[in-house]
Nanobody, 121 residues
Framework: QVQLVESGGGSVQPGGSLRLSCEAS????????MAWYRQAPGNQRERVAS???????IYADSVKGRFTISRDNAKNTVYLQMNTLKPEDTAVYYC???????????????WGQGTQVTISS
């Protein structure tokens, strides 16, 4: 069984910072792409940032220059450093990953349960 568990969410004032973590555990041979998504009430789930196995990153326009995604393969963990936070960043943030159980080239996708991020005065 594979699980993704997010942590680091909370409430912060505009301009503040938070760092989210997502640790994968279970039967893991290799984690390929990892990503952070977010969803605010009434909105579509939005891909915030992604990072490939080789470290290539992609960011949503709304967070470019403010957020940084990174990964620690030894810890099976992906991070999202969020700086200069704005009220519109308020959402539930979800971790996503494609994970291989073995070397047979088959990958499965997983979602974390989400962590609330609230930016308000």
């Amino acid at each position: 069984q594979v699980q993704l568990v997010e942590s680091g969410g909370g409430s912060v004032q505009p301009g503040g910072s938070l760092r989210l973590s997502c640790e994968a555990s279970g039967s893991i041979f290799r984690i390929n792409n990892m990503a952070w998504y977010r969803q605010a009430p009434g909105n579509q789930r939005e891909r915030v940032a992604s990072i490939s196995l080789d470290g290539t990153t992609i960011y949503a326009d709304s967070v470019k220059g403010r957020f940084t995604i990174s990964r620690d393969n030894a810890k099976n963990t992906v991070y999202l450093q969020m700086n200069t936070l704005k009220p519109e960043d308020t959402a539930v943030y979800y971790c996503f990953a494609y994970i291989m159980w073995s070397s047979e080239e088959r990958e499965y996708f997983y979602w974390g349960q989400g962590t609330q991020v609230t930016i308000s005065s």
